[in-house]
């Protein structure tokens, strides 16, 4: 049998590695068309900024190391230029020009998903930059090693957008946030996104909420923004950090199933409308558990775990379905931890779900012990049934704990009562006896 999979990072490593633990016998190529494989892309922002010293600790695995432990043929630099269905071959591009086809009897697509570059003036000038890739890091990082850079323009108040003005200001550089919509942080309810914006203002960094960049102009170094506003912002580099799009293109042209929200279509298999074509990670759009409406979902957690399934329903020997992820999230910003699961207020209002929701705003852990912070959980969820739609939390120390075991009851469909019988460890550094998730359920019973 030969495998061949298209992308050679979180979904596409995963599952060759995945592949050859259950198949010892196959063929499996990978090809990427970047330089590397496996490498960690929620860590380029803490490279830029200097949190990741080492450019080499970015790589779990080298292309040459990941082919010779699992005996498989990792082609670097070696884009996927179409796919020929009816006599299943691929078509290959190498860096140095050189095109060849090769066959495959079960195709895997992880393409990932790219930037969002909206249609602007100036869009194209040096020293705007998106980041995507290790390509576009040592892009930006050389930018800033070799330019005056004192002033820096993030567009998009995303978490990549808030971890790179951290990560710029922590190289001292000044730096604006202009984003579209009134609130940062969109998974998250605008009574909660408050608390990062007057965050990011006691760390000076400028925002510009509700307003949109209209044009670009670089003079010399300095590179100026118009806004819708009529405001003109300068900097000497601008980050667009405005989104991403499920990259679908060798799908669409080979007529894979492209669905309403933009992304590949699959099954519950991961199987795309090609039985010998898969695909996973933040190329494919699914079924949202909680509304069944098709969505995207651009996080590495899932496409890791679609790499595993996938896998093992390529080789066929055990089928396992997919479930779908709700969308757990987390990001640093500054001395905060930002993080969601699940359905937020303005969401639910968007679909036309009846809800209800509750804020509690208890102690991280016990008051009466050193450096308790106030931590912010909101929850919503079913009037009647009291069903767990969606929690969001921000604070400075314990979020994600919280987060993530409101995930786990979200995922199984579990409601308020489920936060009052949720067993947690204790101890004052750690929590209160009524922990914050605890609390949040005995206020919505
Ligand atoms: P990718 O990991 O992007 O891999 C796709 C690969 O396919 C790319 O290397 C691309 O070059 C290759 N490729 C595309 N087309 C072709 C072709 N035709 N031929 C050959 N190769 C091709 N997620 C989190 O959950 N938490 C985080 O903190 C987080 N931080 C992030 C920070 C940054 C800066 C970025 C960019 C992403 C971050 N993410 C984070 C998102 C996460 O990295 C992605 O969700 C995940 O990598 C998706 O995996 P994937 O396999 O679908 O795509």
């Known amino acids: 049998m030969r495998y061949v999979i298209v992308g050679g990072v979180a979904g596409g490593a995963t599952a060759a590695a995945r592949l050859r633990r259950i198949d010892e016998k196959a063929e499996i190529i990978l090809f990427e068309k970047g330089q590397n494989i496996s490498y960690a892309n929620c860590g380029l922002p803490y490279y830029i900024g200097g949190v990741i010293k080492e450019r080499e600790n970015l790589f779990v695995q080298t292309p040459e190391k990941f082919g010779r432990l699992l005996n498989l043929d990792v082609r670097v630099q070696s884009e996927v230029l179409s796919i020929d269905r009816s006599d299943k071959q691929i078509r290959v591009r190498e860096a140095n020009g050189r095109e060849y086809s090769e066959h495959y009897d079960k195709l895997l697509l992880s393409p990932g998903a790219l930037p969002f570059v909206p249609p602007l003036p100036g869009v194209d000038s040096p020293g705007v930059f998106t980041l995507r890739n290790v390509e576009d890091t040592d892009a930006i990082k050389s930018y800033l090693d070799t330019h005056k850079v004192k002033r820096a323009i993030v567009v998009g108040g995303g978490f990549i957008g808030l971890e790179m003005a951290e990560n710029l200001h922590a190289r001292g550089i000044a730096v604006n946030v202009i984003e579209m919509a009134p609130q940062v942080m969109a998974p998250v309810d605008f009574s909660m996104a408050t608390i990062v914006h007057a965050h990011l203002q006691e760390k ?210 579990g409601g308020i009562a489920d936060l009052m019988q949720t067993e947690q460890a204790y101890a004052p550094p750690f929590s209160s006896a009524k922990d914050p998730v605890a609390l949040a359920g005995y206020v919505a019973d």
């Open 204 to 413: 000076g960094i400028g925002l510009y909420l509700g307003k949109a960049v209209k044009s670009i102009e670089k003079r010399g170094e300095v590179l100026t923004a118009s806004l819708d506003s009529g405001e003109k912002i300068e900097a000497e580099l601008i980050l667009l950090s405005i989104g991403v799009r499920p990259n679908t293109k060798l799908a669409a042209d080979a007529q894979l199933a492209i669905g309403p929200a933009r992304g590949i279509q699959v099954n519950e298999y991961l199987q795309t409308s090609d039985p010998d074509i898969y695909a996973i990670g933040d190329a494919i759009e699914y079924p949202h558990p909680l509304t069944g409406k098709p969505w995207t979902n651009f996080l590495a957690g899932p496409a890791n775990r679609q790499g595993r399934i996938v896998a093992d329903n390529m080789h066929g020997q055990t089928l396992r379905s997919y479930e779908g992820a709700i969308g757990t999230a987390i990001a640093k910003i500054f001395d905060l931890t930002v993080a969601a699961t699940g359905l937020p207020a303005k969401a639910l209002k968007r679909e036309g779900l009846p809800y209800e929701s509750v804020t509690v705003q208890p102690n991280s852990h016990a008051g009466y012990y050193p450096n308790a912070y106030p931590l912010t959980l909101k929850i919503t969820f079913h009037p009647e049934s009291g069903m767990l739609y969606g929690a969001q939390c921000v604070g400075i120390e314990g979020v994600d704990k919280r987060i993530d075991s409101i995930a786990q009851i979200i995922k199984r469909k």
